[in-house]
């Protein structure tokens, strides 16, 4: 079975900095799909930013861009130039095209020092 | 296009009642996917279905669980004899077919008393 782990349960950064945010997951699969969702505090889940693992290159939207190492199964998120509006849940998916629906990790609660 | 949306955002009920949420997908998504999420744990996989046929669903899927999507567009989750344990947020999403990103929606809130 498909695992994801995030081990930051939380994590900080002040306001214009960067943050980077780790995910590790495990899965026998070569094709699929991997995800970072920001869940703000009683707001619905939105998708920040999608890799397929097909793709060599590392995936950027704007100031969000992931380090994804295939071999070490790593899939990290960096945030550049932190906004007060990042502040929120993130949480990492995988998902192939065997077993459609996402496994999620347990999220890193993400503060946003002014 | 709206997005995903639910209904209701928030439920209390007292134990062994039943309840119902519906979801309404994105137009143009023939999958729809059901999760569950508790507080501070990420979302839970309960089901999904592919237009209207019901594809795969989780152990967490108790028999007191029953999800339809009859026409292939809304879908409604019922939750028979509710117990404390379904407390949670009960999140829809869908996607088109030929992507794997899934939208979802705000989620309807559960409380069982």
């Known amino acids: 079975a498909q695992t994801v782990t995030q081990s930051q349960p939380e994590m900080s950064v002040q306001e214009a900095e960067t943050v980077t945010l780790s995910c590790t997951y495990d899965?026998?699969?070569?094709?699929?799909?991997l995800f970072w969702y920001k869940q703000p505090p009683s707001r619905q889940m939105i998708l920040v930013i999608r890799q397929e693992a097909y793709k060599q290159q590392n995936a950027t939207e704007n100031r969000f861009s992931v380090n994804f190492q295939k071999a070490a199964k790593s899939f990290s998120l960096k945030i550049s130039d932190s906004q007060l509006g990042d502040a929120a849940m993130y949480f990492c998916a995988y998902g192939d095209t065997g077993r459609r629906a996402l496994t999620f990790g347990s999220g890193t609660r993400l503060q946003v020092q002014p | 296009d709206t997005g995903v949306s639910q209904d209701p955002r928030h439920k209390i009920t007292k134990r062994g009642q039943n309840v119902t949420f519906r979801c309404d997908p994105i137009s143009e998504h023939n999958r729809l996917y059901w999760y569950r999420q508790t507080l501070g744990q990420g979302p839970e996989f309960l089901t999904y279905f592919q237009n209207e046929a019901q594809l795969e669903k989780s152990r967490l899927l108790s028999d007191r669980f029953s999800a339809e999507r009859p026409k292939g567009s809304f879908s409604t989750l019922e939750i028979q004899r509710t117990e404390q344990g379904d407390s949670a947020m009960y999140l829809c999403?869908?996607?088109?077919?030929?992507?794997?990103?899934?939208?979802f929606g705000p989620g309807t809130r559960l409380l069982v008393l």
């Open positions: 999403a869908s996607s088109f077919v030929e992507q794997e990103t899934q939208y």
């Open positions: 899965t026998s699969e070569s094709d699929y799909y």
